[in-house]
C-alpha cells in the first residue's frame, strides 16, 4: 500500500492522543501527508412553532466549531516537523459518517483512530464511533486500543 494521505481522527480526548505518535512515524516513513481531524456533532432540529419549515442547526454551532480549531491546535502543537500536517474541524449530524465521507472525498489512504472501550451500558448509550467507521468505511482503518483491551 502507497500511503499518500492519512486521516487521524480526534475527538479531542486524552484518549484520542493514542495514535498521534505511531501516526507521525508513519507518516515520516512514507512521506504522507497527514490531516488530524475533528467532527463536532450537528443535530439539526425543527424550528418551534415551524413543524413544517427545514431542519436549523445546533444554536451555537460555529461556537462549537471555533473551540474545536482551538483545543486540536493545542492537540496538534508538538507534532514533530518533518511531516505535513493539515488540521480540520467539520461538523455532521453522524460524526462516523462524517469521517468516512471526509476519507472518501478528500482521498485518504488510511483512517487511524482511537477507541475508548467503552462496554456496557456507556456503549449503548454513547455507541461506538470507531466501530460505525470500521464497519462502513471503504478506505482501511487503523484502530488503537488501550493496553489490557
Do not use: W
Amino acid at each position: 500500500m502507497n500511503l499518500k494521505h492519512i486521516l487521524l481522527t480526534t475527538d479531542l480526548s486524552t484518549e484520542a492522543l493514542r495514535p498521534f505518535e505511531p501516526v507521525m512515524a508513519l507518516a515520516q516513513t512514507t512521506g504522507a501527508k497527514v490531516t488530524v481531524l475533528h467532527v463536532v456533532q450537528d443535530l439539526p432540529m425543527a424550528a418551534t412553532g415551524a413543524p413544517f419549515a427545514p431542519p436549523i442547526s445546533t444554536p451555537n454551532l460555529g461556537q462549537e466549531i471555533e473551540r474545536a480549531k482551538q483545543a486540536l491546535a493545542e492537540q496538534c502543537s508538538d507534532l514533530p516537523a518533518g511531516v505535513e500536517v493539515v488540521q480540520e474541524v467539520i461538523s455532521h449530524e453522524n460524526p462516523a459518517r462524517g469521517v468516512v465521507e471526509y476519507a472518501v472525498k478528500h482521498g485518504a489512504d488510511l483512517i487511524a483512530l482511537s477507541t475508548h472501550g467503552r462496554t456496557g451500558l456507556r456503549r449503548f448509550a454513547l455507541g461506538s464511533i470507531a466501530e460505525t467507521v470500521l464497519r462502513h468505511s471503504p478506505v482501511p482503518v487503523l484502530s488503537f486500543h488501550r493496553p489490557g483491551e
